[in-house]
């Protein structure tokens, strides 16, 4: 069981937004800042955002992060077949001085 | 343009070590964590560990004691060791950098996945 906790699957149409959500069960997610990463089968992970809410180089602002106190969330608008792919977040726990992963979500284009 | 480049050994035998190096080309290798990540098949991610270019290393402490990182900055080289592998160690191995915007799991470029099979 992941220390953060993600939907297992999500869904959505080309041109829809779909938002991924990355939360710490019954605890706030923490002071960390969250990361998220896309895999496409095969291939390994890629950095989408960093420090909650940073898009690095060459990631389409199609791609959005933030976080609360209690939760952190990925949203994806415009969505493309291409954005097919398992999505995980990341942070660092102070508790056991580390990364933990979420466990992923698999985004699937209707 | 920072790429990693990654080998070892592919296929182990049970109690048997495994060995693993990253290869850092195009760019610094001082001023970052070096991090090795793992994924069962079919599973999600799992934080190995990370070593900085001093040799200072942080663990998951999942793995028991059984990891080891060690680093060449000659050669701009970070090595894994797992020793005891078992089946549940089988998985597609990962090099990556973090560290680059000062955040802890900001995990870019990563290597190209080396596949661990224990059998």
């Known amino acids: 069981q992941s220390v953060l906790a993600q939907p297992p699957s999500a869904s959505g149409t080309p041109g829809q937004s779909v938002t991924i959500s990355c939360s710490r069960g019954n605890s706030n997610i923490g002071g960390n800042a969250i990361s998220w990463f896309q895999q496409v089968p095969g291939a390994a992970p890629k950095l989408l955002i960093y420090?909650?809410?940073q898009r690095p180089s060459g990631v389409p602002d199609r791609f959005s992060g933030s976080k609360s106190a209690t939760s952190a969330s990925l949203a994806i608008s415009g969505l493309q077949s291409e954005d097919e792919a398992d999505y995980y977040c990341?942070?660092?726990?102070?508790?056991?001085?580390?990364?933990?992963f979420g466990g992923g979500t698999k985004l699937t284009v209707l | 343009q920072v790429q990693l480049q990654q080998w070892g050994t592919g296929l182990l035998k049970p109690s048997e070590t495994l060995s693993l190096t990253c290869a850092v080309s195009g760019g610094s290798f001082t001023g970052f964590d070096w991090t090795w990540i793992r994924q069962p098949p079919g599973k999600g991610l799992e934080w190995i560990g990370e070593?900085?270019?001093?040799?200072?290393?942080r663990y998951n402490p999942s793995l028991g004691g059984r990891v080891s990182m060690s680093v060449d900055t000659s050669k701009k080289e970070f090595s894994l060791t797992l020793t005891s592998v078992t089946a549940a160690d089988t998985a597609v191995y990962y090099c990556?950098?973090?560290?680059?915007?000062?955040?802890?799991?900001?995990?870019?470029?990563w290597g190209q996945g080396t596949l661990v099979s224990v059998s």
């Open positions: 420090a909650n809410n």
């Open positions: 070593i900085n270019p001093s040799g200072i290393t």
């Open positions: 990341a942070a660092w726990d102070d508790s056991l001085n580390g990364v933990v």
């Open positions: 990556a950098r973090s560290g680059f915007h000062d955040i802890a799991a900001d995990f870019d470029p």
